[in-house]
């Protein structure tokens, strides 16, 4: 089992520009969410999917935030355009959706907007 | 609503100690409680999950979580700790529709 798999690792660019992250869930897990994690926050929920319908984004951020899940493999989170308080590590995590299922994390994107 | 409160953020504790790690949440539903450990520049893995049945549950690495229901707890203990035990490690709660709440985390230190 692969786990949940994140691209890229490390994110460096500057303000202004757009950011995209992406994440692939494991196979037959039909619920993803993504979440940030700051020293200040901690963990906060952005998104999450049922199915490849987004089912709750009131986490996110603000409009320049948009998620995407195209097909059950594939998902991107999207920053436009990134500002330096949008650094953070990003998380994708997967599970089934049922209701005792564990979630499943990658290693995360660190992103960094100077 | 749900909620889960880490009351320490850090514990200090010396090698081959003992620790425990305080978790405790709100819900008016059953939930299922989860605690989660997260090793420097990775993801969150799961330590050990709580769903039903006996109260006491073992998880990974010589870890075990007691469900208290009546004092709506699920603190993680280890008999013995290691270095390699030096993490992040967080308490989380899930319900109705696979909402997933997280506690703020409590930073586990092992001092050699």
């Known amino acids: 089992d692969a786990g949940v798999i994140q691209s890229p690792r490390h994110e460096v660019t500057e303000m202004g520009q757009e950011v995209t992250l992406r994440c692939k869930p494991i196979?037959?897990?039909?619920?993803l969410f993504w979440y940030r994690q700051t020293m200040m926050r901690g963990l906060e929920l952005l998104i999450y999917?049922?199915?490849?319908?987004?089912?709750?984004d009131s986490g996110m951020p603000e409009d320049r935030f948009s998620a995407k899940m195209p097909n059950a493999s594939f998902s991107t989170l999207k920053i436009q355009p990134s500002e330096p308080r949008d650094s953070a590590v990003y998380f994708c995590?997967?599970?089934?959706?049922?209701?005792?299922?564990?979630?499943?994390f990658g290693n995360g994107t660190r992103l960094t907007v100077t | 609503a749900q909620s889960v409160t880490q009351l320490d953020s850090q514990v200090p504790v010396f090698e081959e100690a003992p620790v425990e790690l305080r978790c405790n949440y709100s819900?008016?539903?059953?939930?299922?409680l989860f605690w989660y450990v997260q090793y420097p520049n990775q993801g969150l893995q799961l330590l050990l999950k709580?769903?039903?049945?006996?109260?006491l549950v073992k998880g990974i690495n010589g870890f075990e979580a007691e469900f208290n229901k009546s004092q709506t707890s699920f603190h993680l203990r280890k008999p013995s700790v290691h270095i390699s035990d030096t993490a992040e490690y967080f308490c989380?709660?899930?319900?109705?529709?696979?909402?997933?709440?997280f506690g703020t985390g409590t930073s586990l230190t092992v001092i050699p």
């Open positions: 709580y769903l039903s049945g006996s109260t």
């Open positions: 989380a709660v899930s319900g109705s529709g696979n909402q997933f709440y």
């Open positions: 995590a997967s599970s089934l959706w049922v209701e005792n299922s564990p979630l499943h």
């Open positions: 196979s037959g897990h039909n619920s």
């Open positions: 999917f049922n199915n490849n319908v987004p089912i709750d």
């Open positions: 819900s008016s539903v059953s939930v299922y």
